[in-house]
């Protein structure tokens, strides 16, 4: 396995979660922004990196970003407990 990959987090957005509050477009523009209806969407999972991808995710007054890692699968963000 190699750590160098590009992209190891992908993130998605639960739309009914999502309340315009562009937190997530203002820390990673590159991979947000919000549509006509003011809902974020994806424009990218490249625009900006891993780490930017979940600080955005982190920063969502409503947990709307939900952040998956490529290699396992697993849910980063939200954490589920278990
Ligand atoms: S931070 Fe959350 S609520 Fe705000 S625009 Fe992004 S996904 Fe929507």
Not at 12 to 29: D, F, H, L, N, Q
Request: proline content about 4%; glycine content about 6%; overall charge negative.
């Amino acid at each position: 396995m190699t750590d160098k990959k590009i992209g190891k987090y992908t993130v998605k957005i639960i739309r009914e979660k999502c309340i315009g509050a562009a937190s997530c477009t203002a820390i990673a523009p590159g991979v947000f922004e919000l549509d006509e209806e003011q809902i974020a969407r994806i424009i990218s999972q490249q625009g900006n990196d891993d780490e930017t991808k979940l600080l955005a995710a982190q920063s969502c007054p409503t947990a709307a970003v939900i952040v998956v890692d490529n290699e396992s699968g697993d849910q980063v963000w939200p954490i589920i407990s278990k």
